[in-house]
């Protein structure tokens, strides 16, 4: 073993499954970090059984609820007295869902699991990732952020702890985007304020893979019978999870901080433009993200939102 510790939110299942799968079997010491004890205690023996890595350790966390972060977080360092690397893999996206719902803190529910939360654990646990000799965080974001070329869409910042929940028509599709929009730009600046310790702080952008049958299931006809015919196609969680281990363990990686980082491996930069033909490069590409995301008024915005909501 090499004595490394990573912890993986969301690890049992889809790509943090696999990605808890592939730093088991490169000898790391694995924290599955899962809201769901039961169905995460199975993937926990079948990691040990067949990566024959006894150090894969099952903490309970809910990403939406900031005390069982901030438990979590007590637990991890009364046991543990470092953290290499941090992968906020963990997200809410409940297909189908009509209703809005709040977290046990009163934020909209996407927000809270795919934003906030996840800032709040790295502030909390920058202590011990800054103990390592080289502290590695990755956010896992999305495609869905492209939405954000279109000039007309913003967050609803005047709607995230429910204010026009009654009032304002309700799309979890939109509030997913817009939380992993806004978990770039506290990327951007989660990586700012951490520099000083040596803590790399990135953004994944995921590209399609398979989706389970579970998944699928709760999607609407139309859609349902689209996810079965991209699933052909689509690649599977173990190459992407590859990705998370080369961006949070290469030396290819070892200096890059506050960027987003394709599939590919690529670095993605601001479109320069977001006019004409360069726009449709800028939707079916993967080489730029929307404006929205570099504007420094709206990552302070959501920067200062994060920094209130989760104060002691």
């Known amino acids: 073993m090499n004595g490394k510790i990573v912890i993986i939110t969301g ?14 079997a490169e000898g790391y010491r694995v924290i599955m970090a899962c809201r769901n004890r ?43 007295p470092l953290l290499n690397i941090l992968i906020h893999n963990a997200a809410y996206l409940n297909h189908g869902e009509k209703e809005y719902k709040l977290s046990p803190d009163h934020i909209e529910l996407s927000f809270a699991t795919n934003a906030f939360g996840p800032t709040l654990m790295t502030r909390l646990l920058a202590d011990h990732l800054a103990r390592s000799q080289d502290p590695r965080v990755l956010n896992a974001c999305t495609t869905n ?92 969680p173990a190459g992407m999870a590859d990705n998370y281990f080369q961006i949070t363990t290469s030396d290819e990686f070892k200096d890059i901080t506050g960027q987003l980082i394709n599939h590919e491996r690529e670095i993605v930069k601001p479109a320069s433009t977001e006019k004409g033909f360069t726009q449709l490069k800028n939707i ?14 709206n990552v302070e915005r959501i920067w200062s939102l994060s920094n209130l909501l989760t104060e002691d």
């Open 11 to 24: 690890a049992n299942s889809g790509i943090g499954k696999a990605a808890a799968f592939k730093f088991a």
């Open 284 to 297: 079916f590409g993967s080489s730029s993200y929307p404006s929205y995301a570099a504007n420094p008024v």
């Open 145 to 236: 952020i492209k939405n954000f070329f279109d000039p007309k869409r913003t967050i609803e910042f005047d709607n995230l702890r429910g204010e026009l929940k009654d009032t304002r028509p309700y799309s979890t599709y939109k509030m997913y985007g817009d939380s992993k929009m806004a978990l770039l730009m506290l990327t951007f600046k989660a990586a700012e304020e951490f520099k000083s310790r040596g803590i790399k702080v990135n953004a994944i952008q995921i590209n399609r893979v398979k989706l389970s049958k579970e998944t699928i299931k709760k999607m609407k006809s139309f859609w349902r019978v689209l996810a079965w015919a991209q699933n052909i196609t689509n690649p599977l």
């Open 38 to 80: 039961e169905i995460s205690a199975a993937v926990q023996r079948e990691l040990i059984e067949t990566t024959k890595n006894n150090e894969v350790d099952l903490m309970e966390l809910d990403v939406s609820s900031f005390d069982s972060i901030r438990n979590f977080c007590a637990a991890f360092k009364a046991k543990y």
